[in-house]
């Protein structure tokens, strides 16, 4: 690896006057960069004088190290020297760069050069860099490093240009000086500047502080009346006033009879939805005015809350009405449904625990008499329409019936239709022997010599025969002809006999229709069950004193808050 070189600074002395020896004029001597030189030198003029030698050989030696050196060659004295051409820096650049570059060589970490740009901003020093920092501050004396030069930054102006000593206990004097004031020695009234600014941010502070003790004060009153002294007397009232209550707590849920039917019926049979109105039927009717009173009439509600022990707030007066007996009842008696279990839950609340649980098992005793009577009258309204209708068919059935015995005891006869089938029957059979009787007499003709015995006898048959088939002929010509014929008795038996078929029919569909709304009516019975049974509590369940307490100074401190909050709002809006 090959690193680019480095050209190397040199002094050039200035010759005097032209055929005059060189020298130093009182050693003023600068130095020239190799590169701006042979920039600045011509490429086609030779070198006139030894010292034009010496400055090429001397850059070709910082361009090509480490070659050798070359020895110089002996210049003839005869040649004046030539001015030299290009860019020649003073020698006062050249000694600041000569110390830059061993400010270098120091190895000065990075905090050490900010310090030391921060101590020349504040001296308003011209720095260039940050090396150019620590030049500048040596140069002026000051210790770019030292730590008390830093705090030194921030004392007052009177003691910027003291006298300060370094590490080492010498003293360092930082030119400029200024001459201390000579301090005066007579009192006075007058205060600086700075004593009156203290005091009057001291005066200031107090009347802060003042005003602050006011205010704090004027809170705490205001508390201490609207808060803290209502939570106490809330307090004391929970702890040394009110009668303790027992609770008896009590669960039971409604059920429905099984039911073996299908559909969206059979399905939610199970469920607690077949029943959620009768359990929140059973819990409007205990939460009412209607189970207070019944409750009074039966284990004496309104006497046991009138007693002369329990404490006023919770005392129901002598004689009172029942609006204010539904307020008691309605904070004592505490009833809950939940519809995902289809469970009741009720707690009952009494200064006696014996009556607390008296009074629970006399209002689970009404509900269960609630509930049959829902189930009763939801029965007798499904089974009202199936037993009308089943007797009106069985009374249509009786008429119709009467009716058909009415026509046949009318005609005498069982079977009208038989009757004159019979008739026809032998009508029909007197033809046919009228026709043999005939063939016979044809037969006697027929004979050249017939008998005439047999003759007449045979003409006295057909005659005889003729005379029975007429009068059968008007027979059922009588029977088929006018109101009371047979033909018509016949089709008033068979339309009563068609309406008593009918009227069977129905009969039996509405028998089969009543028996059926009997099961499904019987299927949908409630019943009331007791999961949890009311005991009598040996410990007072209310009231809870510490969570009332508690309660009461949450409420009067939102209270207060907001009236606060609105009286400043009101204030603010006022003075605007």
Not at 291 to 320: C, N, T, Y
Not at 450 to 458: S, Y
Not at 469 to 482: K, Q, V
Request: glycine content about 6%; aromatic content about 6%.
């Amino acid at each position: 690896m090959t690193t680019k070189p480095k050209a190397k600074k040199f002094r050039i002395r200035r010759s005097a006057a032209p055929g005059g020896t060189s020298g130093s004029a009182d050693g003023a001597s600068a130095g020239v960069r190799p590169a701006a030189a042979q920039a600045a030198q011509p490429a086609a003029t030779p070198p006139p004088t030894n010292v034009t030698e010496q400055q090429r050989a001397s850059s070709e030696r910082s361009q090509a190290e480490p070659r050798p050196k070359p020895s110089p060659q002996p210049t003839p004295k005869a040649a004046p020297p030539r001015p030299l051409k290009g860019q020649v820096d003073s020698a006062q650049a050249v000694e600041s760069e000569n110390t830059i570059d061993a400010i270098k060589r120091e190895g000065l970490t990075g905090r050490q050069l900010r310090m030391a740009r921060r101590v020349a901003q504040k001296h308003n020093l011209p720095a260039t860099s940050d090396y150019d920092a620590v030049r500048l501050l040596r140069e002026k004396g000051i210790d770019p490093f030292k730590r008390s030069n830093m705090l030194e930054l921030v004392v007052p102006k009177s003691d910027a240009n003291a006298v300060s000593e370094d590490s080492s206990g010498e003293t360092k004097v930082q030119l400029p000086q200024t001459l201390q004031p000579a301090k005066q020695t007579l009192p006075s009234t007058d205060l600086s500047p700075a004593q009156r600014r203290d005091l009057e941010i001291g005066q200031m502070q107090r009347d802060i502080a003042l005003r602050r003790r006011k205010k704090m004060l004027l809170l705490l009153t205001r508390l201490s009346f609207f808060v803290i002294l209502p939570t106490l007397i809330v307090g004391f009232y929970f702890y040394r006033v009110a009668t303790p209550m027992y609770a008896s707590k009590s669960e039971f849920l409604i059920l429905q009879a099984d039911n073996a039917g299908g559909g969206i019926g059979g399905l939610l049979s199970g469920t607690q939805f077949a029943t959620s109105q009768d359990s929140i039927a059973v819990q409007s009717f205990l939460e009412s005015k209607e189970a207070m009173l019944r409750l009074d009439r039966d284990d004496g509600f309104k006497s046991h809350f009138s007693q002369e022990w329990i404490d006023p707030i919770q005392r129901l007066p002598v004689g009172a009405s029942n609006e204010a007996a539904y307020k008691i009842y309605s904070r004592i008696v505490s009833i809950g449904y939940d519809p995902t279990e289809g469970v009741i839950r009720m707690e009952v609340s009494a200064a006696n625990p014996q009556v607390a649980a008296q009074f629970s098992t006399s209002l689970i005793s009404y509900a269960e008499q609630r509930v049959n009577d829902l189930s009763e009258t939801k029965r007798e309204d499904q089974m009202r329409d199936a037993r009308l209708s089943f007797e009106t068919a069985q009374e249509e059935r009786s008429n119709a019936q009467e009716a058909l015995v009415t026509l046949q005891q009318k005609g005498s006869i069982l079977d009208p239709e038989g009757v004159i089938a019979g008739k026809r029957s032998r009508i029909t059979g007197l033809e046919v022997q009228i026709q043999e009787k005939e063939l016979e007499l044809a037969a006697l003709q027929d004979n050249p010599r017939p008998n005439r015995a047999k003759v007449d006898g045979a003409k006295g048959d057909i005659q005889r025969y003729k005379e029975l088939l007429s009068r059968l002929n008007a027979e059922m010509i009588d029977a088929s002809n006018g109101e009371n014929s047979l033909a018509q008795l016949a089709v008033r038996i068979q339309l009563s006999q068609a309406d008593l078929a009918s009227r069977d029919m129905m009969l039996q569909s509405a028998l089969q229709q009543m028996e059926t709304t009997r099961m499904e009516a019987n299927r949908q019975v409630r019943y009331l069950t007791t999961s949890v049974q009311p005991v009598a509590s040996e410990e007072a369940s209310y009231p809870r004193k510490f969570e009332n307490t508690i309660l009461a100074f949450l409420l009067f401190s939102g209270v207060y808050l907001m009236i606060s909050l609105t009286a400043s709002i009101l204030r603010e809006q006022v003075s605007s």
